[in-house]
């Protein structure tokens, strides 16, 4: 990457109420490692304050993290809320504890790509490298 | 331990044997590393010796099972008497649900049941407030108000059972509802038995469901340990916890010594309530977790109850040897659980068990193969029951003490470990304490850089994880059935709160809740408030509410 070229930025979220952020606090780690910009919420953020800060912080990526099966529920309304904000051009992917059978639906709302426990570090730093859209 | 003409004699055959035997080997076949080591980074030699433990005394290390300090066990004759309590966590959706599967738990040959609540029960929300969206009964059962713990008790007679309550912030209001329910089914407090996890330390830098700032949470954390010495002699009040810690990311040395240290923090302020060590420290309960590596977990647990034993004889002044004991609750790794061949996972939970018995654990409860992937269905939860009952009755592991014990590795890693968590315990001390080092981001920074480098080990195969980093496979095998949890739960939920809400006297639910802001105001105990708040159908949101608005709310410290 040259000196000139942009960062890529990146938000890593916690919504919903659980609090399992190890999985969210190694993956910021790992793309910051990589040379990203990466901004992390913390835990327990609505769907508006994620968007929110999405906007706020410009990002080009945002990844999601969710363990307590709230998914189904809030990942719709983040998609949603960023759509309202015009931010389709966003790159969104998620991880956690999400059954097989959610994902299409997921996807549908426009969820990139879902990995689940025991995806390396590696492969999400080439997968966010390889899809960024902006 | 040993005659020092043997030693000397041993030592000489060691330093032949290093020579020329091991070399001899070697050159022919080389060892598969050239350094071993336990997950928390402490070096494994090739081999243990009497050397290895030639500075240990007996009497004073490892002493008899059932007297200070511990080492080899709290009860006088463990497993030979009595098995440990088989507590399996259980709860999802609503009340009735759990109900349900507590009956059959408990049918299965269950000893003691645990209540796992949702995440808007933890952290003080009631099911109808917006942060509780989607949330309501997924991760636990939905528990808002009285009406609620009386269906989850219906026809569980609460002098015959004991329950664990995992719950921390909230912790006083669960204790008060399920002495509301005692006292409807005519049962006594002092008959009362069970655990509130009630451990709001731990919260700030590993499980980190707070709701409050540290200070007014270790304050309620206390209300909970003085009035169960005052009133409820047979509750354990708090249940001082490593597993969250250790699933945080933590290793082994570090669960210990941040455990420990919580602990430490529990008497100083229990003490400034005026009550004596000997007056509560014996009902001080311990949770942890079992890793893979099966001889430091051993030696955690060892080590644990001798620390734990020397604390509060020497830095506390008791004189009861049971103020001294360390009773545990053990459970198996979650993390170490995958999603990828799930089955493999009763196979990891069952070495795990193995090495909380052999650790000499009072109660255990073993995680389900299918946790990686949702709620442990019914199928899934009899197996991980079954592994604790095989190592019961089977194994013959059982049948004598702390069998373990004397062997020349296991006693030189428990004094390692020992070592290692008491110079991490001068480390918070000299901080300020936990408190202090929580403000500092001390425990999270500690934690988050051991996760860190544990997963980069993964990912650089110096740690095989199988299915995962090796042994993979294309496709893997899921279990049909995924335990859901249906719409019709938050639902059914939300018209029983209406409904409860709608029933109550609300002058009374006015003035409980006056009463309640008044006494926190002013820094009372809090529990005899709240059981009548409670009585009055308070809900745990409207407490909550209150106290939020006299102690303010925890912003979290990030550590990244």
Same mark, same amino acid.
């Given at each position: 990457m040259s000196a000139k070229e942009k960062k890529i930025r990146v938000l890593i979220a916690k919504p919903g109420l659980d609090s399992h952020d190890r999985g969210a606090k190694i993956v910021a780690r790992a793309l910051r490692d990589a040379g990203m910009e990466v901004i992390y919420t913390g835990l327990r953020q609505t769907p508006d304050q994620i968007a929110e800060t999405a906007l706020q912080e410009d990002v080009d990526v945002i990844g999601l993290s969710i363990l307590s099966g709230a998914h189904t529920t809030?990942?719709?309304?983040?998609?949603?809320?960023?759509?309202?904000?015009?931010?389709?051009?966003?790159?969104v992917f998620a991880g956690g504890i999400i059954p097989e059978e959610d994902?299409?639906?997921?996807?549908?709302?426009?969820?990139?790509?879902v990995f689940g426990p025991g995806t390396s570090t590696s492969t999400l730093v080439e997968y966010v490298k390889n899809n960024v859209l902006k | 331990m040993f005659d020092q003409r043997k030693q000397a004699r041993i030592r000489k055959q060691r330093q032949k044997w290093e020579k020329t035997t091991v070399p001899n080997w070697i050159k022919r076949h080389p060892e598969r590393r050239k350094d071993f080591e336990t997950v928390s980074g402490i070096p494994v030699k090739r081999l243990y010796t009497p050397e290895d433990i030639e500075n240990m005394d007996y009497s004073e290390d490892l002493g008899f099972p059932g007297e200070a300090p511990f080492t080899r066990g709290v009860h006088a004759t463990m497993y030979r008497g009595r098995f440990w309590t088989m507590r399996m966590f259980a709860g999802f959706g609503t009340a009735e649900q759990t109900n349900e599967r507590f009956k059959y738990l408990l049918k299965e040959g269950e000893t003691g049941l645990s209540v796992a609540l949702d995440y808007p029960t933890i952290m003080g929300y009631d099911s109808d407030h917006a942060m509780s969206l989607g949330e309501v009964g997924q991760c636990g &059962?939905?528990? $808002?108000?009285?009406?609620?713990?009386?269906?989850?008790?219906?026809?569980?007679?609460?002098?015959?059972? $004991?329950? $664990?309550?995992?719950i921390n912030g909230p912790a006083p209001m669960l204790l008060g509802m399920y002495i509301c329910v005692g006292d409807k089914q005519g049962v006594p407090r002092e008959k009362l038995a069970g655990t509130t996890q009630n451990d709001?330390?731990?919260?700030?830098?590993?499980?980190?469901?707070?709701?409050?700032?540290?200070?007014?949470?270790?304050?309620?954390?206390?209300?909970?340990i003085e009035y169960c010495a005052r009133h409820v002699p047979k509750w354990n009040p708090v249940s001082i916890s490593g597993y969250h810690i250790r699933e945080a990311g933590s290793n082994a040395v570090q669960e210990l010594a941040f455990?420990?240290?919580d602990g430490i923090a529990y008497v100083e302020s229990t003490l400034e309530r005026g009550l004596k060590v000997?007056?509560?420290?014996?009902?001080?309960?311990?949770f942890f977790a079992c890793h893979n590596n099966f001889f430091e977990e051993v030696a955690k647990f060892r080590a644990a109850r001798r620390i734990w034993a020397r604390v509060v004889r020497d830095r506390f002044k008791a004189k009861n040897p049971r103020s001294m004991w360390m009773r545990m609750h053990v459970q198996t790794s979650g993390c170490t659980l995958t999603p990828q061949q799930p089955i493999?996972?009763?196979?990891?939970t069952a070495y795990q068990a193995l090495a909380a018995v052999l650790g000499g654990t009072q109660s255990l409860h073993t995680n389900s193969f299918d946790e990686a992937l949702c709620l442990p269905t019914e199928?899934? &939860?009899?197996?991980?029951?079954?592994?604790?009952?095989?190592?019961?009755?089977?194994?013959?592991?059982?049948?004598?003490?702390?069998?373990?014990?004397? $062997? @020349? @590795?296991?006693?030189?890693?428990?004094n390692e470990m020992e070592e290692r968590a008491l110079s991490y315990i001068d480390r918070i001390d000299s901080m300020g304490g936990v408190i202090a080092g929580i403000e500092k981001g001390f425990f999270q920074k500690e934690i988050a850089d051991s996760a860190y480098k544990y997963q980069k080990e993964v990912e650089r195969h110096e740690r095989t994880v199988v299915g995962i980093n090796d042994y993979t496979v294309e496709k893997d095998w899921i279990p049909m059935d995924l335990l859901r949890i249906p719409p019709h739960v938050e639902k059914e939920q939300l018209a029983r709160l209406e409904r409860v809400k709608q029933g109550r006297n609300r002058q009374k639910v006015k003035q409980s809740l006056d009463k309640l802001f008044n006494d926190a105001d002013k820094n009372k105990n809090l529990m005899p408030t709240m059981i009548e708040a409670l009585k009055a159908y308070v809900t745990i949101g409207e407490i909550t509410e209150v106290l939020r608005s006299v102690y303010g709310e925890y912003r979290e410290l990030i550590v990244v």
């Open positions: 809030l990942f719709p309304r983040i998609m949603q809320t960023l759509k309202k904000k015009g931010m389709t051009d966003v790159l994902i299409p639906a997921l996807k549908k709302a426009g969820i990139r790509e | &059962v939905a528990v $808002s108000h009285l009406k609620d713990m009386e269906i989850l008790f219906d026809g569980i007679p609460l002098d015959k059972v $004991s329950t $664990s309550m995992t709001n330390l731990k919260e700030f830098f590993a499980q980190k469901l707070c709701i409050f700032p540290p200070a007014p949470s270790l304050k309620l954390s206390t209300d909970v455990t420990l240290a000997d007056e509560f420290a014996g009902r001080l309960s311990f493999n996972n009763a196979i990891r199928e899934a &939860v009899t197996v991980a029951l079954r592994t604790q009952q095989l190592i019961a009755h089977e194994t013959g592991v059982t049948d004598t003490i702390d069998p373990l014990g004397g $062997s @020349y @590795y296991v006693e030189a890693l428990t």
